[in-house]
């Protein structure tokens, strides 16, 4: 009887033809993780590294731990699909930049020539030629600087974008993925997942039996790929509510368990496609955009400067009241204002590729020479 319940839920493949591939539950996912780590940084930024050392180490902290290696495995599930529908690697990495570099450039900017200038203690003068101040403009290539000079020094963290400590990661999952597919990996899903368990395997007994502490980075690259490895198999995953909660159960072990730390993104990659299958209807907010990322970017560095300005935001629940509404409001703004204008310049990089192919080179590259 336990082997026909199991194996009567739907696969994973299945859930994508009833959807008509176009599912709202990641959409769903993505703006409530987004919203959840916005709340989280309420605290961090209002009580400092001994609030979020407080929390982690909570019942909510459970919850919180949860969230990246659930927002890795979201974007490697999809981002293996659009590679999968892209004509190119070229391609390919093309729309990744696209998606990630134009409004991670804005928000640098703004940040370094809006939000800096009005806050800074320094003299403008000072400022403006102060090391800092240049090198924070690496972060529009993806190289982290958390520091302008003279800003949010008095505050509990000095931060002004803090959460960008992501963005490499990512940026190292697309090309991780990338290398693959420049290999055939990506279509060759039992030699992928045989690669994936020996890497695990490898970082499981640097930690479980070496004692070598393990990395949260490493950790949700895993995660990335582990999506990556459920839309490879998504004709012979199936979607079982109490497979869901044993996946969910396992997940918080680990995130508890410092030597399994290797062994989340599993789980936690089952978790999330379960979630994303859900598919209940779209609300008119999220079919107008996806919001998520401007979030991601906005919502700490405004979180930070209402900590810097007012007395109501350095408390956890006015620092909510007062960043959610404006950080949304941000959001809006970098989607239809940027992101979505640069996701339309998609045309030209269709356009060039053509070109590319057309090419002796371009031909060669792709085994057509």
């Known amino acids: 009887m336990l082997k026909s319940f199991l194996f009567s839920a739907p696969l994973i493949s299945e859930r994508i033809t009833a959807t008509g591939g176009r599912p ?5 996912m993505r703006i409530t993780l987004a919203l959840i780590i916005l709340c989280f940084h309420t605290a961090v930024t209002t009580g400092g590294m001994v609030t979020q050392q407080a929390i982690n180490s909570s019942p909510a902290g459970l ?10 495995a979201l974007s490697g599930y999809l981002v293996s699909g659009s590679l999968e529908r892209s004509k190119s690697l070229g391609v390919f ?3 990744r930049g696209l998606r990630i570099f134009p409004a991670l450039a804005i928000d640098t900017l ?7 200038p009005l806050v800074t203690t320094l ?3 000072d400022y403006f030629q102060h090391p800092q101040f240049i090198q924070y403009f690496q972060n529009i290539l993806g190289i982290i600087h ?3 000079p003279g800003v949010f020094e008095s505050n509990p963290m000095s931060e002004v974008n803090g959460q960008l400590w992501t963005i490499p990661s990512e940026l190292e999952c697309y090309i991780l993925l990338a290398a693959l597919a420049a290999v055939g990996l990506h279509k060759r899903r039992s030699l992928l997942l045989g690669v994936v368990m020996a890497a695990t395997a490898a970082l499981e007994y640097r930690t479980a039996v070496q004692g070598v502490p393990g990395w949260v ?12 490895l459920v839309n490879a198999y ?16 396992l997940t918080a072990i680990c995130l508890r368990t410092p030597a399994l730390i290797y062994v989340t993104p599993f789980p936690a990659a089952y978790m999330m496609v379960c979630l994303g299958y859900l598919n209940p209807r779209k609300s008119k907010f999220l079919e107008s955009g996806d919001y998520s990322y401007g979030l991601f970017l906005y919502g700490f560095p405004i979180q930070q400067l209402i900590v810097a300005t007012t007395h109501f935001g350095r408390t956890w629940y006015g620092n909510l009241v007062l960043s959610l509404p404006i950080a949304l409001a941000f959001a809006v703004m970098s989607w239809h204002v940027f992101e979505k204008r640069a996701l339309n310049q998609k045309k030209y990089l269709f356009a060039f590729d053509r070109w590319w192919v057309s090419t002796a080179p371009g031909r060669l590259l792709r085994g057509k020479g």
Do not use: E, K, Q
Not at 24 to 28: K, M, N, Q, R
Not at 63 to 72: A, H, K, N, S, W
Not at 234 to 249: E, M, S
């Open 24 to 28: 709202s539950g990641f959409d769903y």
């Open 63 to 72: 919850l919180i731990g949860m969230l990246l290696p659930l927002f890795f």
């Open 93 to 95: 990495l093309g729309l």
């Open 110 to 116: 703004l940040c370094a020539l809006v939000l800096g």
């Open 123 to 125: 003299p403008l003068n």
């Open 146 to 148: 958390y520091h302008l």
């Open 217 to 228: 980075g490493r950790m949700i690259v895993l995660c990335f790929i582990a999506g990556v």
């Open 234 to 249: 998504r004709d012979r995953i199936r979607l079982n509510g109490v497979a869901f909660i044993a996946a969910t159960a």
